[in-house]
T-cell receptor
Framework: AQKITQTQPGMFVQEKEAVTLDCTYD???????LFWYKQPSSGEMIFLIY??????QNATEGRYSLNFQKARKSANLVISASQLGDSAMYFC?????????????FGTGTSLTVIP | KAGVTQTPRYLIKTRGQQVTLSCSPI?????VSWYQQTPGQGLQFLFE???????NKGNFPGRFSGRQFSNSRSEMNVSTLELGDSALYLC??????????????????FGPGTRLTVL
């Protein structure tokens, strides 16, 4: 089974609108971390937001928020007030708490296009 | 604080050759992980080094190898290159090996990548 599933290969959003990028995960660990990264066409992975499995509140970082539903094993990224510079690939990733060190599992990504 | 650096940024090789990529982590970070990114397979974990020892390895053939030096800089080597090795190779550094509390402790910082083209 896939550890991270992103079902939206591509998304379009109007500038200044909000958009939700979906992510579901699969793990039997009680302790794990969920991350979202942005990858512009330049290739560099830019960290956006992190949610720990024991965090009771949804994480927020500026215009980014993470809608964490533990029972459903989902960790959707919400981008509010979209900007043209938000156009990029977005990856959801997970790091498990067992002795797997720094191995991150990534989803296949969602390509977001912001329309002026 | 300087970020993760990778050299070279671009590389063109021919089948059968070998290649060495370099990664310098953020100062103080001892964990370095390598990932291969291709359009078909996405981001795949290659291996992780911590304190000069390989700690974890992904499902790649033995042609892919790496090492880490005492200053935490890491190199990965691919021998007998194949066309399918064309990819973006990303290096990432972390402060800790294991999941700990708090966002800043668990973040993995990525370098700009090395784009390898095998002809």
């Amino acid at each position: 089974a896939q550890k991270i599933t992103q079902t939206q290969p591509g998304m379009f959003v109007q500038e200044k609108e909000a958009v939700t990028l979906d992510c579901t995960y699969d793990t039997s660990d009680q302790s794990y971390g969920l991350f979202w990264y942005k990858q512009p066409s330049s290739g560099e992975m830019i960290f956006l937001i992190y949610q720990g499995s024991y965090d009771e509140q949804n994480a927020t970082e500026g215009r980014y928020s993470l809608n964490f539903q533990k029972a459903r094993k989902s960790a959707n990224l919400v981008i509010s007030a979209s900007q043209l510079g938000d156009s990029a690939m977005y990856f959801c990733a997970m790091r498990e708490g067992r002795n797997t060190g720094n191995q991150f599992y990534f989803g296949t990504g969602t390509s977001l296009t912001v329309i002026p | 604080k300087a970020g993760v650096t990778q050299t070279p940024r671009y590389l063109i090789k021919t089948r059968g050759q070998q290649v060495t990529l370099s990664c310098s982590p953020i100062s103080g970070h001892r964990s370095v992980s390598w990932y291969q990114q291709t359009p078909g397979q996405g981001l795949q974990f290659l291996f992780e080094y911590f304190s000069e020892t390989q700690r974890n390895k992904g499902n790649f053939p033995g042609r892919f190898s790496g090492r880490q030096f005492s200053n935490s800089r890491s190199e990965m080597n691919v021998s007998t290159l194949e066309l399918g090795d064309s990819a973006l190779y990303l290096c990432a550094s972390s402060l800790y090996r294991y999941l700990v509390g708090g966002r800043a402790d668990n973040e993995q910082f990525f370098g700009p990548g090395t784009r390898l083209t095998v002809l």
